[in-house]
């Protein structure tokens, strides 16, 4: 059974940083798309960054240069170093893992099979 639980959420004030986390067991995708995803009160979860197989990352605009989203495949671990944080960014932040979509490397929600319970992040200016 696929589990999924992320970690490293909480409160920081606007420029400060934040790195999340997410446990995975049990998944056996052959070549994956792995992914952060967040959603905001009232909002549809969008994609943050995601990792497939071949380490290739993708970001959406509003986080380049200020998120990274890395992987310990020796420890199935995902994570997300997120700096210069935004008031924008405050949201549940939760990881998903699903097949790798084919020809693409964008990891979209739609595409997730599993997901964790997720994570709050709150940024105050």
């Known amino acids: 059974q696929v589990q999924l639980a992320e970690s490293g959420g909480g409160s920081v004030q606007a420029g400060g940083s934040l790195r999340l986390s997410c446990a995975v067991s049990?998944?056996?995708?052959?070549?994956?798309?792995m992914g952060w995803f967040r959603q905001a009160p009232g909002k549809e979860r969008e994609g943050v960054a995601g990792i497939i197989t071949d380490g290739t990352t993708t970001y959406r605009d509003s986080v380049k240069g200020r998120f990274t989203i890395s992987i310990d495949n020796a420890n199935n671990t995902l994570f997300l170093q997120m700096n210069s944080l935004k008031v924008e960014d405050t949201a549940i932040y939760y990881c998903?893992?699903?097949?790798?979509?084919?020809?693409?490397?964008?990891?979209?929600?739609?595409?997730?099979?599993?997901w964790g319970k997720g994570t709050p992040v709150t940024i105050s200016s």
């Open positions: 049990g998944y056996a995708y052959r070549d994956y798309c």
């Open positions: 998903g893992v699903g097949p790798r979509p084919y020809g693409g490397i964008w990891c979209q929600p739609y595409g997730m099979d599993y």
